[in-house]
């Protein structure tokens, strides 16, 4: 094979007919060259499926391919889904939260509307108010609960410090959280 392709190589110049058709057998035999199985393969495979996966590896142009689960195209469609499915949870978790803004809002118009109740005498108008106070104290208390204020309390002056006492990563980051829970900050 080697001589074969010295000889094509020498002759590469050549645009001949002969010389295109020497190069294209060439080229067609270098695709059915390389067969690594073992010399008793056919005799040494007892699985139906891979014998036929060997015959089809040594017919002209290998059409035969070994066909498992594609790992990494099952990897990247489990991160598509669970973006997906992270999106639609963040949306609800909006929806729910403007749902609770709104019913704040209705519940501040209505206590702006017993206010003027509570001026006349009467035991049900204390009731009324009693009643929308712990609604709104409630639904501030939710919505207290669900937005996380960050501060970032990491200044070039406490990172210089870190790094000039030499303090790895690592350490910096169980001191830097001893003293955020110590401020409050931390939950």
Not at 29 to 47: C, G, M, Q, R, T
Not at 82 to 103: C, F, G, P, Y
Not at 135 to 160: H, S, Y
Request: glycine share 4%; hydrophobic share 35%.
């Amino acid at each position: 094979m080697y001589n074969y392709w010295r000889n094509l190589q020498k002759s590469a110049y050549r645009r001949s007919e002969t010389q295109e058709e020497n190069e294209r057998n060439f080229i067609s035999d270098l695709n059915n060259l390389f067969d690594i199985a073992h010399a008793n393969a056919l005799e040494i495979i007892k699985i139906e499926e891979d014998r036929k996966f060997l015959l089809s590896q040594r017919e002209p142009g290998r059409r035969g391919c070994l066909m498992g689960i594609d790992m990494k195209l099952e990897k990247r469609e489990e991160r598509v889904l669970l973006r997906v499915i992270e999106q639609e949870n963040r949306r609800a978790k909006a929806h729910h939260s403007s749902e609770i803004d709104d019913t704040f809002m209705d519940s501040s118009e209505e206590s702006s509307g017993t206010e003027d109740i509570s001026d006349q005498p009467g035991p049900s108008s204390n009731i009324v108010q009693s009643s929308l106070e712990e609604n709104i104290n409630a639904q501030i208390e939710l919505r207290m609960g669900i937005v996380c204020v960050r501060k970032c309390f990491l200044t070039p002056k406490i990172m210089a410090v870190l790094d000039r006492f030499q303090i790895s990563q690592r350490s910096a980051v169980f001191i830097l959280e001893a003293v955020a829970e110590s401020l409050g900050q931390y939950r």
